[in-house]
């Protein structure tokens, strides 16, 4: 039984701090996963306006916040422009790829793209991603073998823009299934890899679900016959959340559960994978819409 290890790093103190402590980690459990990266400039606290919007309001509160992610998170990039991570942190990011670990882009400026994807022009996506697929490649000598949309923000647009970069696979949506994208009846190159289970932040204090039970609840979801894909976070299973994370692996390993790199579950290219299409959904425990997998069937 496999679960492929998706790791999302947002921020500046996620890349600095959470970064290091998962490689340590994943190597003290002989565990390989797939960094995705931001690497431009943290803006991250410009996020604060959402709280005016009671169900961000609520997830902040229900996930401690704060006390998770620490205020200079939460205040990155408001009085001042935030640090360029890849300049400042290149050290850490290459260390991931050094170690062996599957290395893709998450954004150039994450905040930016979670915050006016709906606005941007086809033009402006196709700069973010050219800036962030660069500053990569500087970084750790090739350029990323694949790409995940911050905060699960893409739609068919965006689909379009990453064909002209040389992407194995994506994994922008929820989902159930690897697919390839179709887009005004035109198949696209790129298979997608959606995410098929709940990030801490979308059921943790719901549902009752805490911190005692949280490893055994997803534990619960992983099944032998089906597409298993975790995304985990640098600043959550990476530092507040670290020794959770590893009793977590430990499970896993007693269970016969093979941690692998996202990409060792696409396969060989698009040509096995049924055509699906990318659609926006709400999804409990999250603000606002995010992709998903068209034939997903709804929940309840």
Request: aromatic share 8%.
């Given at each position: ?82 640090p360029v991570i890849g300049r400042v942190l290149a050290e850490q990011i290459r260390r991931a790829a ?96 959606p995410v098929t289970l709940p990030t801490y932040d979308e059921i943790i204090g719901r549902n009752g ?92």
């Amino acid at each position: 039984m496999k679960l492929g290890l998706r790791i999302d790093v947002d921020t500046f103190r996620g890349t600095r701090r959470g970064v290091p402590a998962l490689c340590e980690s994943l190597s003290r459990f002989g565990v390989k996963g797939t960094f995705f990266f931001s690497v431009g400039p943290d803006n991250m606290g410009r996020h604060l306006w959402r709280l005016l919007k009671p169900a961000f309001l609520l997830k902040m509160l229900r996930s401690n916040a704060v006390g998770l992610y620490g205020w200079d998170i939460l205040l990155r990039g408001t009085i001042f422009p935030g640090p360029v991570i890849g300049r400042v942190l290149a050290e850490q990011i290459r260390r991931a790829a050094d170690e062996g670990h599957e290395i893709g882009l998450h954004a150039w400026d994450h905040h930016a793209w979670q915050a006016r994807i709906d606005s941007m022009t086809p033009e402006a996506m196709y700069r973010h991603l050219k800036q962030g697929v660069e500053e990569l490649t500087r970084i750790c000598g090739k350029a990323p073998t694949c790409s995940a949309a911050p905060g699960w923000k893409a739609n068919e647009a965006m689909l379009m823009q990453k064909e002209k970069f040389p992407f194995r696979y994506n994994s922008d949506c929820r989902g159930c299934s690897v697919f390839v994208p179709e887009v005004d009846g035109q198949r696209l190159m790129q298979p997608q890899l959606p995410v098929t289970l709940p990030t801490y932040d979308e059921i943790i204090g719901r549902n009752g679900i805490t911190h005692a039970n949280f490893n055994e609840h997803l534990l619960s979801l992983i099944h032998p016959d089906k597409l298993n894909v975790l995304t985990i976070h640098a600043e959550v299973e990476g530092i507040a959340c670290r020794e959770m994370f590893e009793n977590f692996l430990q499970l896993a390993a007693e269970r016969g559960i093979q941690i692998v790199p996202t990409g060792d579950l696409v396969g060989n290219g698009e040509d096995h994978c049924p055509s699906d299409r990318v659609t926006p959904r709400t999804l409990p425990g999250r603000e606002g819409w995010i992709a998903f997998q068209e034939s997903l069937p709804l929940a309840g």
